[in-house]
């Protein structure tokens, strides 16, 4: 599949006076933020860095952060509308990802249900990162789930010290783009500043039915002193994406082309299923010939899913928003010893919308008559699935280093509540079948608190 992105960038920085607080000093606060889950210099683990020049220029390309990981060794990504937005996953040396423990300035990224993080609307994160870390195996990781594949650490950029605006855009094939801005006011007072920045990305996408809209935002505001920080970050992403989960897998296996000639991903294309979704559309069946009918060309024939009103199922989406707020105070008293401690919240809620054909009604627990009295055993449906989530924490570290010792030691607390719902939004009527249009078939109330302790030592 071929592609063109044409990347178009903008940035203007106005100089300040020589402040009181230099830059050096702010990253060396920044690198105590992340002291507990990331490696040091020539520590016997596999590790690879991405820096913030690299993080910046990928992020103007709209594509989700799980494909720069890619470029590091042990990494595999891939997406479901065939572009790199949108819904993505990884694995690091072939673990999953509840196996991938992610943190954000030291405070776990994964879902405490799942222990997963969702990478369909943090396409734009690498614009606000200033580097990532990401180990191979256990690893250090300190805090959060279970490192069994890798660690990724991201870590936020250090706020720019002189007054600075960055636009950024980038237009490619089926009518993808990607636009951004990102500000800092500078250093006010000689001692506050705020920084902000926007990034957004949308897609008709590669796969029918996967058009979709997501993006992301921070804002904060920080108090610098010669070796005293505290930082309020407020960062969200958002999501609008067309889905194509199910796939089209050639062979036997997939039920909807067992039998066919189909064997491989050249076969789909040649056979006009190159950018087929099941989720969006069905194959046309013969039931009498019990076979998938072609046309002139060989080329097997598709259909769209029909509503009672005459309209097309538009299509499955994927719809979330999550928004993260963290409180940092960061104090380096002296050479040897550093302070760290972070409150966090995260509020998240989304939900999905899927057009089930054909399906039994006591899938969803129902039973339906028509209006003789006679069992009805299927229908067409659309259910909406979500869920919503709160998770608060506070995480604190202290680190002790001279020239012979390196201790760190801290206690991470975190709390989650959550709740998931479904709803039934649409049941194929034609007349005669009750109406269960806005039923609440499923109900389910979530809660986990996790505690760790950690103690390092390492002697040089």
């Given at each position: 599949m071929k592609k063109l992105l044409v990347f178009a960038a903008l940035t203007c920085t106005a100089s300040v006076q020589a402040q009181k607080v230099d830059t050096l000093a702010s990253q060396e606060l920044q690198e105590v933020v992340v002291a507990g889950v990331r490696a040091q210099k020539n520590a016997p683990f596999a590790v690879a860095n991405i820096k913030k020049a690299e993080l910046s220029n990928f992020s103007k390309t709209g594509r989700e952060l799980p494909f720069l990981f890619a470029y590091t060794p042990g990494i595999f990504a891939w997406g479901e509308n065939g572009l790199g937005t949108g819904t993505t996953a990884m694995r690091i040396r072939g673990a999953g990802g509840s196996r991938i423990n992610i943190t954000l300035d030291g405070v776990s990224l994964n879902?405490?249900?799942?222990?997963?993080?969702?990478?369909?609307?943090?396409?734009?994160?690498?614009?606000?990162?200033?580097?990532?870390?990401?180990?191979?195996?256990?690893?250090?990781?300190?805090?959060?789930?279970?490192?069994?594949?890798?660690?990724?650490?991201?870590?936020?950029?250090?706020?720019?010290?002189?007054?600075?605006?960055?636009v950024s855009?980038?237009?490619?094939?089926?009518?993808?783009?990607?636009?951004?801005?990102?500000?800092?006011?500078?250093?006010?007072?000689?001692?506050?500043?705020?920084?902000?920045?926007?990034?957004?990305?949308?897609?008709?996408?590669?796969?029918?039915?996967?058009?979709?809209?997501?993006?992301?935002?921070?804002?904060?505001?920080?108090?610098?002193?010669?070796?005293?920080?505290?930082?309020?970050?407020?960062?969200?992403?958002?999501?609008?994406?067309?889905?194509?989960?199910?796939g089209v897998v050639a062979g036997n296996s997939d039920a909807t082309l067992m039998g066919s000639d189909i064997k491989t991903y050249k076969d789909l294309y040649e056979r006009g299923l190159g950018r087929f979704n099941p989720l969006y559309e069905g194959l046309v069946f013969d039931y009498d010939k019990w076979t998938f009918p072609t046309d002139a060309n060989g080329k097997y024939q598709t259909y769209r899913y029909k509503m009672d009103n005459g309209s097309y199922w538009e299509k499955t989406t994927d719809n979330f928003y999550q928004n993260h707020n963290i409180l940092s105070a960061v104090w380096k008293p002296n050479t040897a010893w550093s302070h760290n401690i972070a409150l966090h919240y995260t509020y998240g809620h989304g939900y999905y919308n899927e057009f089930r054909p054909n399906n039994k009604f006591s899938k969803f627990g129902l039973t339906a008559n028509d209006i003789n009295g006679k069992t009805i055993k299927r229908s067409d449906f659309v259910r909406k699935k979500g869920l919503t989530q709160h998770t608060y924490g506070v995480l604190y570290n202290a680190n002790y280093k001279n020239d012979s010792w390196d201790l760190l030691g801290g206690i991470n607390l975190q709390q989650f509540r959550g709740n998931h719902f479904g709803y039934l939004t649409y049941v194929a009527n034609k007349g005669q079948v009750q109406d269960f249009t806005g039923l609440k078939y499923y109900d389910s109330d979530g809660k986990k608190n996790d505690y760790s302790f950690f103690a390092k030592a390492t002697y040089h």
């Open positions: 879902s405490p249900e799942d222990q997963t993080v969702f990478w369909a609307n943090m396409n734009s994160y690498g614009a606000l990162m200033g580097s990532v870390q990401i180990q191979r195996g256990i690893g250090t990781s300190t805090n959060g789930d279970g490192a069994f594949g890798g660690s990724i650490s991201l870590a936020t950029a250090t706020p720019n010290q002189q007054p600075s605006a960055e855009g980038s237009f490619g094939t089926y009518n993808t783009y990607n636009t951004g801005v990102k500000f800092s006011t500078g250093l006010l007072g000689n001692h506050f500043l705020f920084d902000g920045a926007y990034h957004e990305t949308a897609t008709d996408g590669f796969l029918h039915g996967t058009a979709g809209r997501s993006g992301s935002y921070y804002g904060g505001l920080t108090y610098l002193g010669d070796n005293f920080q505290i930082r309020y970050k407020n960062i969200g992403n958002f999501e609008k994406t067309g889905q194509a989960w199910n």
